[in-house]
Structure formats: C-alpha cells, structure tokens
C-alpha cells in the first residue's frame, strides 16, 4: 500500500491515507521486529511528519505513544521522557480520561526507570485512581497493555524500594 501511495501525487488525503497506513504497521512492526527495531523508529517518524500535517489528536496520541516506547524499551529514558512529558500535556489539553490516565502512566513509568521513585508513585497512582474498567478496557488493546496491569506492575517494585510493606499501606485501594 505504502508502495502504491508513493506513486500517487502529494495531496492531503494522500498524506491522510499513508497515516492511516503508517499507524496500522506499527502493530506488526512490533510483533516482528520489536519495540526498538529500526523499522518502527522509522514508521514512526513518518507518521510523525503525517501527523503534525493531517492528523487528528487521537492519531498524534498514537504515534507519541509509539515515540515513548520504543526509546524505554531501547533503555534510552532520557529520549523517553520528553515525549512522555508531551503525551501527558496532550492528554491534559485534551481532557480525555483515558488519554490522561495513559499519560500518567507513561511518564510514571519513565520517572520509575530514571530512579525517581516519589514522582513515579504519583504519576503511577494517578493514573490508577482514574482508571474505569468500562471506559479504559479497550486501552489494552491501542497500546498492547491494560493500563491498571501495567501501573501496578511499575507501582510494585516503586513501594518495594520505597520501603514496602509501610508504603503500600499508605497507597489505600492501590495497594498491592
């Protein structure tokens, strides 16, 4: 598809229908080659230039995201969290719950790696507090985690570190 867009003439809609495309191969992108692969990085910084000229929010959220990932999971938290920052902003002007509980997590995860265990927690916890099975299921399935797992997963060995069991017994419903 890529291939025979490349040979159409530059349009907006011929940049909106590559977004389309460039968004649908991160999933196989990561499946087969991996989070860190060349190939995302590159997908993705396509679908980067896409989305700043034809993009909606919900279309730039997606490719932050995958801006996020693939640097945290190449062990680059420094590159990580800039974006993270900027996903959270995003989310924040935006008001959608589910897009900030999704940046809380993010940057509560990247805090986390660079050893800022406090900030992390709240970030981890916030984005617990806002989590609504019924709304927030299907985030599991845009970005291949469900969020409450993943911010207890991260929130585990932040109170560990803090000083578990006596900070989890300060983290109420969130405790693990």
Do not use: K
């Not at 196989?28 to 997908?43: H, K, M, N």
């Not at 800039?82 to 989310?91: D, G, K, M, T």
């Not at 265990?117 to 299921?137: D, K």
């Amino acid at each position: 598809g890529l291939e025979v867009l490349a040979q159409l003439p530059d349009s907006p809609e011929r940049a909106g229908q590559e977004l389309l495309l460039q968004l649908a191969l991160g999933g196989p992108l990561i499946v087969t080659r991996g989070y860190a692969s060349a190939e995302l990085r590159d997908s993705t910084d396509r679908a980067r230039t896409l989305v700043e000229r034809v993009g909606s929010v919900d279309q730039r959220f997606d490719v932050l995201y995958r801006q996020w990932v693939e640097p945290l999971v190449g062990g680059r938290y420094q590159a990580a969290r800039p974006v993270a920052e900027e996903i959270l902003r995003l989310a924040e002007q935006g008001g959608d719950p589910g897009f900030v509980l999704t940046g809380h997590r993010t940057l509560g995860v990247t805090l986390f790696m660079q050893g800022e265990l406090e900030p992390a927690r709240g970030h981890l916890e916030q984005a617990l507090g806002l989590y609504v099975p019924e709304a927030h299921r299907a985030l599991a399935m845009r970005f291949g985690q469900d969020p409450r797992s993943a911010c207890q997963a991260m929130l585990a060995p932040v109170l560990w570190l803090l000083g578990f069991p006596e900070q989890a017994a300060r983290c109420g419903e969130h405790a693990l």
